[in-house]
């Protein structure tokens, strides 16, 4: 089934909680595992699938399975297997965002190395998912603090991994403790013979379905990877943008909102850029390639969807800003550089917690993906002076001059100052707005948790005033997020920016004190994950203390990639 054929999310009978989150995280298109995998699961049916690592199977099981959920049973009923405590968590994480709008929705990560006290208290309580590795299942199973007869699925990824790590007899023991009569799901990207008889001995009649992953890039494609850490990321790529010698780029992000939010940035910091998104018409899309096409822009922010089928020869550059959901979307974006003979460089921007996800692109693509540094401040003051020396001769070439020559032969005679000293006080005011040296900034520190499991920096030495935000966990929102937009909407220093509790659905951010009106009013209108930020003084709590100096006050990085005329 090519991509063209898949169905949408909306024509696979999902329940209209889930279908709704779907559509707020901008998933625009099922993958082909998710598009196979959802109508038998739906259907209650058993269901064998080979696929690799990420593919999106998580959502392949997933979406169906929340969908057919008993709520009002708080007892667990769908079990899913993962070999790591990593997966774990990662599973859990993803089902808990599916299920934001499922009330009262319960889903419990077990594995080894957490509190067992912690563990038995949630399951006490009730929860309707159980995420676990096999040996910390069994040890429940022991103890009898976890039973398994309300179970009405069970899901067992990466059973190739539960075998090579010796869980597979685990596996088949903790099945056996499932009722008979339920639906059980099997993963795995490759089929050994162990996990093809363990699919035997305990599938019914299951659907079978097979992934093959494209295996191959051009050759002409130089992949990178940045740790996202410290710096914002859009920080990070106005350096890239600066220093890298780009003829046209195109870079990738998850969701329709966010080509909208990184193209105004982008083009707000004198970047030649437009979005491409499935929610434009087709004659303005058309426009917008046409226009890339022919040179007179520069970058192009996309989702994956808007970007098949696009076909610019001169993109020298891919930017992955968003990981992708799958290897095949990686494959197919990076795609997008090194053809016709040409050289292409792709930059992928990655958390440290997706290693897994660089592992299974490095398998499938039989190519590394090298780690990249980011530009110095020396690199970009380079770059910004041979820039603006291009400039002055491209002007001193193109435009009559006489008229200035007299008035600065004039201006010596009259104050017998240097010519030399005349020209760096033009070049000066030339470059005032935008300057050829990047101001001296220490980079963001890391988020730090805090007791209450939020997210916090470290800050300024001077009064400061506790802020709320109307934007939390259940977007998405990340503290980086929140820096980058304090930092670019209201002109705030990064390094001024203090401690950020990020709960629910919102956020307590530590800020100077008594900021000026016009400040607040731009950062309320702001947005951050497709919400609006809405800053107020948080008056239920006292103000934060004061906290120790970490550094200058941060500058910004404004110069083009190519000035727009």
């Known amino acids: 089934m090519t991509d063209s054929q898949l169905p949408g999310f909306d024509q696979l009978n999902l329940a209209p909680a889930v279908l709704k989150v779907i559509k707020e995280v901008g998933y625009e298109a099922p993958s082909a595992i998710q598009a196979q995998s959802i109508p038998p699961l739906l259907e209650g049916r058993d269901l064998l699938g080979q696929a690799q690592t990420g593919t999106g199977k998580t959502a392949a099981f997933a979406l169906p399975l929340l969908s057919r959920l008993e709520l009002k049973k708080r007892a667990p009923q769908i079990l899913i297997l993962t070999p790591t405590r990593e997966l774990a968590l990662q599973v859990s994480e993803a089902v808990q965002t599916y299920a934001r709008h499922l009330k009262g929705f319960s889903v419990l990560p077990i594995y080894g190395g957490q509190s067992m006290s912690q563990q038995l208290r949630q399951l006490q309580r009730g929860v309707h998912v159980v995420v676990g590795t096999p040996g910390r299942i069994q040890d429940h199973l022991r103890r009898g603090t976890l039973k398994l007869d309300k179970i009405r699925t069970v899901v067992v990824d990466e059973a190739d991994e539960m075998l090579k790590m010796g869980f597979i007899d685990e596996v088949e023991q903790i099945l056996g403790h499932a009722p008979s009569e339920r639906q059980t799901a099997l993963f795995s990207a490759t089929m050994p013979h162990e996990v093809i008889g363990v699919a035997r001995r305990n599938l019914k009649d299951p659907i079978e379905i097979r992934i093959k992953a494209k295996t191959r890039t051009a050759e002409t494609i130089d992949q990178y990877v940045w740790q996202v850490k410290g710096m914002h990321k859009l920080d990070a790529l106005t350096r890239i943008l600066e220093v890298e010698e780009i003829e046209a780029m195109i870079i990738f992000v998850r969701t329709k909102v966010a080509t909208l939010e990184l193209g105004e940035k982008l083009e707000a910091r004198g970047f030649s850029c437009a979005p491409l998104n499935g929610d434009m018409t087709q004659v303005a899309r058309e426009k917008t390639v046409e226009r890339f096409r022919a040179g007179k822009l520069d970058i192009v922010v996309a989702t994956d969807v808007a970007a098949r089928g696009l076909d610019v020869q001169r993109i020298s550059h891919v930017v992955n800003y968003d990981i992708p959901n799958d290897i095949e979307a990686y494959i197919h974006r990076i795609g997008r550089t090194g053809r016709a003979g040409r050289t292409g460089k792709a930059i992928l921007f990655a958390a440290p917690r997706e290693r897994r996800m660089i592992s299974a692109i490095e398998r499938a693509t039989r190519q590394t993906i090298k780690p990249m540094g980011l530009p110095s401040r020396k690199q970009v003051t380079d770059r910004r002076v041979s820039l603006f020396k291009d400039q002055v001769t491209e002007a001193m070439e193109a435009q009559e001059l006489d008229f200035f020559e007299d008035l600065i032969d004039g ?123 809405d800053i107020k003084v948080d008056r239920g709590r006292k103000p934060a203390p004061k906290r120790r100096s970490f550094g200058k006050p941060a500058g910004g990085f404004k110069r083009p990639v190519k000035r727009r005329r």
């Open 411 to 533: 201006y010596q005679n009259d104050t017998d100052i240097s010519f030399r000293r005349i020209a760096a006080t033009l070049a000066y005011l030339l470059q005032k707005d935008r300057p050829l040296q990047p101001a001296e900034r220490e980079e963001p520190q890391p988020a730090q948790r805090d007791n209450r499991g939020g997210n916090h920096q470290r800050a300024g030495d001077q009064p400061r005033q506790q802020y709320r935000v109307e934007v939390g966990r259940s977007h998405r929102v990340e503290p980086g997020n929140l820096v980058g937009a304090i930092s670019n909407e209201g002109g705030i220093p990064s390094s001024m920016i203090g401690k950020i509790t990020i709960m629910h659905d919102f956020s307590l951010i530590d800020l100077p004190r008594d900021m000026p009106e016009g400040v607040l009013g731009k950062l309320a209108k702001a947005q951050v994950c497709g919400q609006q930020l």
